[in-house]
């Protein structure tokens, strides 16, 4: 448990934790390339050292110095493998879908946590490939055999990146063309980083085609996590005014930034430029006053991971705010539709919980009160940015779980806010 004060006034600068999608991605692609890559900037919380220590255990030479990673790739993975991915999702799912094809038999595990997230979403797909995965009952753990694989069309009813990226994993081991068409567009991390790795891949819209390919090791600098931003970009939205250096600004990634614009906050970026193929900024936001905002399905895939965070905003918006098509959040690492709903009421808020989304009703201010992060970081990060924004504050309950992906985030709460 840990008390949280509220806090009057915010002002600071922060430089923050490398992307923890590009962080994956980088670590699991160098490590299955030929050659030798630098990642820098990376972010070591749980989940991505969880990636490290699946890859070193197919083969993957992987030293650590700092925030700085030096890989040696190994296109041939070690035969018979299991491979422990904690809790993350993305660890597993990715995995899964580049180990498909490999020649390869291994088992995928996590914790219970991870144990019980939907898996067959990614099996499913796979198949379509010829890919020999299965599951335990739709969960982990996940077996995958030595079998060849073709190409094949891939349609996913819900948008989602991790899947999408499975495929494209196992479509450069697979013979002919695969095909990925989703409903919208998903974060695009994966294509920019194929395709900067040397892969055939080619990006139409919302359909990705993928050819065989060898990956060839490459250097990456990896931007700030806007995930991770968000939080102080949202305090400085609430309390005062904050810059985020350094963000990653995908517009893939910047579902946050579109709430923003129809909320009403002031924001602005600076020092825009891109680095390996993703565009970054220094984002500087100030204290706003809000409206109530509306967002459906379309809008969800680019602030999937955000959306508990703007939930929360709503609270403190004029009006009435609805958010819907949201139903990917009932299988995160909690139900956060329904963790999100308890937070915010918790707090003094009205939010009604819909069945794939929120309805929420704004106040001015939020009294402050007790909220249980369930063991979920995203709601331990939007729990505690509520109690600094809420009148009296409160005790946050299970913090330590930000670690998973942001270990320094109270810390930095500590440094830069008074």
């Known amino acids: 448990m840990q008390r949280i004060q509220p806090r009057a006034y915010v002002a600071g600068e922060f430089t923050l934790p490398g992307d923890k999608s590009i962080t994956h991605r980088a670590v699991m692609l160098n490590g299955g390339a030929e050659g030798e890559a630098i990642i820098s900037n990376a972010l070591l919380a749980e989940d991505c050292l969880s990636t490290c220590r699946c890859m070193r255990a197919l083969g993957a030479e992987i030293d650590v110095d700092g925030t700085t990673l030096h890989v040696k790739g190994t296109p041939r993975f070690r035969r018979g493998r299991e491979l422990n991915c904690g809790n993350s999702g993305t660890t597993l799912r990715l995995l899964t879908g580049f180990l498909a094809g490999k020649e390869i038999d291994a088992t995928l595990y996590g914790d219970d946590s991870l144990s019980s997230r939907p898996m067959n979403r990614v099996a499913e797909p796979l198949s379509l490939l010829g890919a020999d995965v299965r599951t335990t009952d739709g969960h982990a753990p996940v077996y995958v055999s030595p079998k060849p694989l073709h190409g094949a069309e891939v349609e996913l009813s819900i948008p989602s990146a991790q899947v999408k990226s499975a495929v494209l994993l196992a479509g450069i081991s697979a013979e002919g063309e695969t095909t990925i068409t989703q409903p919208v567009q998903s974060r695009d991390h994966t294509e920019r980083m194929l395709s900067a790795m040397g892969a055939d891949i080619r990006v139409r819209g919302n359909r990705v085609t993928v050819k065989k390919s060898v990956l060839k090791g490459m250097n990456v600098c990896i931007p700030s996590d806007i995930s991770s931003a968000a939080y102080y970009m949202a305090m400085g939205a609430l309390k005062g005014e904050t810059l985020c250096k350094n963000v990653g600004t995908n517009p893939t990634r910047t579902g946050i930034l579109k709430a923003f614009d129809l909320l009403g906050v002031e924001y602005k970026l600076l020092h825009q430029y891109v680095s390996g193929g993703e565009p970054t900024a220094d984002i500087l936001v100030k204290k706003s006053s809000m409206r109530a905002i509306s967002l459906t399905a379309e809008d969800v895939p680019s602030m999937i991971d955000e959306l508990p965070l703007v939930a929360l905003l709503c609270a403190f918006a004029e009006g009435e705010s609805r958010i819907t098509g949201a139903k990917e959040l009932r299988v995160k ?40 992060s369930y063991l979920d970081h995203r709601i331990a990060m939007t729990g505690a940015i509520g109690l600094l924004a809420s009148e009296r504050g409160g005790n946050l309950y299970h913090p330590e779980c930000c670690a998973i992906s942001f270990p320094e985030f109270f810390d930095k709460l500590d440094i830069k806010l008074y």
């Open 333 to 372: 690492e909690s139900d956060r539709i329904a963790t999100t709903v308890e937070l915010i009421n918790n707090l003094g808020g009205d939010c009604q919980e819909l069945e794939d989304g929120f309805l929420i009703r704004g106040k001015k201010q939020l009294s402050g009160g007790d909220v249980n």
